[in-house]
């Protein structure tokens, strides 16, 4: 591959990555990447990440309505469309160095992103072995410890509107605090003929501070960010079913055999709610000791869901559900790196990320009962847990051993810990706040663990100033 650096820039208008875990720039970066900042995203008038697919090669972001902030990441078509927490997204999303475990909250808001890099291909090395499609980089503004308002609103069809308002304020050299808030909602473009009203309606706050600290005179520095994200919203669904179908038997014949390419927006579906409730917490610290920078990450993610939803999408009630599930997740990452002498440089570190997680789910399937709930129909709901612990050890090393040329090696060892119980009420009514295991029987238990080692090789050679050649 080869990557063009823009004739004649200058170091004001070279663009800064952390690809790699570590500052360089973009023109001198082997790795297959785009990088959007805040000033290409405003051009866009983005809203959410998934805006950016069209400046990433290979890159396509659409919305899982089967969840809250969910998003449907795909990298050279490798994508992960799905909300189970007992799987790992192919594509992982970083958010200023924290890893999103789940499809859940990937879809952020691009209000208050300092930048976005794409990579595209496997970033095992530096980023775990779930990331086997690429990685979105997301890194978010940095408090400027001066005093200062950003804000913004817009107003669009289907009574969709946002207002979006960041505040900074510090001493100008020690410390900065940031304060956010951004709330989007809209009546939604789906129109539902049984209803006779718009579905597809949502509503999301987000909100949340940080915290910058540079003690005068040292070379450390912490910034600790707190966020809250509330968001309801209609997850609404188009029939897609043809007469060759068994859904189709049951259901009216002006549902079935939709055209899917011109009248997508025609619904039919019973009413349904979901509620999103998510903070998170990450502390990031610096301290540069000259011939070596230390860098700590730690991140905590916690979300609260619960939705109903229609997923044969027509008026007849065939399978209709009511799902909650909570998670958490716990990571920590230390990083050294620094040049070891003249044209050798490196990364190097360990990583620590546990999560947990449980859903129970109450299903009407083939219940033609639609006044009843889920959670009052099915004597028989179903419970899932799950948890994961993974630690690793990485090195990533950059050797500029020729005038022009350059080697790039290194290697990540994992370890993963993944165990998972499923179960189900057998003939009780479980009320929806009683949902630990004591309420269910077994089905079936798992409990194993998984090593691997993923090294890495690159070449790249830079015959001018403007063209860098290499292969990986």
């Given at each position: 591959m080869a990557q063009d650096a823009e004739e004649g820039a200058s170091d004001s208008s070279e663009i800064i990555v952390s690809a790699r875990r570590r500052d360089e720039t973009l023109q001198s970066t082997p790795v297959a990447i785009t990088a959007v900042n805040a000033a290409m995203l405003e051009n866009k008038a983005a809203v959410n990440i998934g805006d950016l697919q069209g400046a990433a090669p290979g890159l396509l972001i659409?919305?899982?309505?089967?969840?809250?902030?969910?998003?449907?990441?795909?990298?050279?078509?490798?994508?992960?469309?799905?909300?189970?927490?007992?799987?790992?997204?192919?594509?992982?999303?970083?958010?200023?160095?924290?890893?999103?475990?789940?499809?859940?909250?990937?879809l952020q808001d691009a209000f208050d992103i300092a930048q976005i890099e794409g990579l595209r291909g496997p970033q095992g090395t530096l980023f775990g072995a779930n990331t086997i499609g690429g990685v979105v980089s997301i890194t978010r503004t940095k408090p400027t410890m001066q005093p200062g308002l950003k804000a913004e609103f817009s107003y669009g069809r289907w009574n969709t509107w946002s207002a979006k308002a960041i505040a900074n304020y510090g001493?100008?050299?020690?410390?900065?605090?940031?304060?956010?808030?951004?709330?989007?909602?809209?009546?939604?473009?789906?129109?539902?003929?049984?209803?006779?009203?718009?579905?597809?309606?949502?509503?999301?706050?987000?909100?949340?501070?940080?915290?910058?600290?540079k003690p005068a005179g040292s070379a450390f520095d912490a910034q600790l960010s707190i966020e809250n994200v509330v968001q309801s919203f209609d997850p609404v669904v188009a029939n897609l079913a043809n007469s060759t179908e068994l859904f189709c038997l049951f259901e009216p014949a002006a549902q079935?055999?939709?055209?899917?390419?011109?009248?997508?927006?025609?619904?039919?579906?019973?009413?349904?709610?979901?509620?999103?409730?998510?903070p998170d917490a990450t502390l990031e610290m610096n301290l540069d000791?000259?011939?070596?920078?230390?860098?700590?990450?730690?991140?905590?993610?916690?979300?609260?869901?619960?939705?109903?939803?229609d997923f044969d999408g027509?008026?007849?009630?065939?399978?209709?559900?009511?799902?909650?599930?909570?998670?958490?997740?716990?990571?920590?990452?230390?990083?050294?790196?620094?040049?070891?002498?003249?044209?050798?440089?490196?990364?190097?570190?360990?990583?620590?990320?546990?999560?947990?997680?449980?859903?129970?789910?109450?299903?009407?399937?083939?219940?033609?009962?639609?006044?009843?709930?889920?959670?009052?129909?099915?004597?028989?709901?179903?419970?899932?847990?799950?948890?994961?612990?993974?630690?690793?050890?990485?090195?990533?090393?950059?050797?500029?051993?020729?005038?022009?040329?350059?080697?790039?090696?290194?290697?990540?060892?994992?370890?993963?810990?993944?165990?998972?119980?499923?179960?189900?009420?057998?003939?009780?009514?479980?009320?929806?706040?009683?949902?630990?295991?004591?309420?269910?029987?077994?089905?079936?238990?798992?409990?194993?663990?998984?090593?691997?080692?993923?090294p890495k090789v690159g070449i790249d050679y830079r015959p001018n100033d403007d063209t860098m050649i290499y292969a990986s």
């Open positions: 659409t919305q899982q309505n089967s969840g809250a902030q969910a998003a449907n990441v795909s990298i050279r078509g490798l994508t992960y469309a799905d909300i189970e927490k007992s799987q790992t997204p192919t594509v992982g999303v970083v958010v200023d160095g924290v890893t999103i475990g789940t499809n859940t909250g990937q001493d100008g050299d020690t410390w900065g605090v940031k304060l956010f808030y951004f709330h989007n909602e809209t009546d939604g473009f789906y129109n539902n003929v049984i209803t006779n009203k718009d579905s597809g309606w949502s509503k999301g706050d987000t909100y949340g501070g940080s915290l910058l600290f079935c055999n939709r055209n899917s390419r011109k009248d997508v927006y025609t619904t039919f579906n019973a009413p349904a709610r979901s509620k999103y409730h998510a000791a000259g011939a070596v920078k230390l860098t700590s990450i730690t991140g905590w993610r916690h979300s609260r869901e619960a939705q109903t939803q027509s008026s007849v009630d065939l399978y209709y559900v009511d799902r909650r599930q909570h998670y958490t997740q716990w990571s920590q990452e230390l990083r050294a790196s620094g040049n070891m002498f003249e044209g050798f440089d490196y990364v190097v570190g360990g990583y620590f990320f546990t999560s947990k997680y449980d859903l129970t789910q109450w299903s009407r399937v083939f219940g033609f009962s639609p006044n009843v709930t889920p959670t009052l129909f099915d004597k028989n709901a179903q419970h899932v847990e799950g948890k994961t612990k993974s630690y690793a050890f990485f090195g990533d090393f950059n050797w500029a051993f020729a005038d022009g040329w350059r080697l790039s090696f290194g290697g990540r060892w994992s370890h993963d810990n993944k165990k998972l119980w499923n179960g189900f009420a057998p003939n009780v009514l479980v009320p929806p706040a009683d949902v630990s295991r004591s309420r269910f029987v077994a089905v079936g238990s798992g409990d194993a663990s998984f090593s691997k080692f993923t």
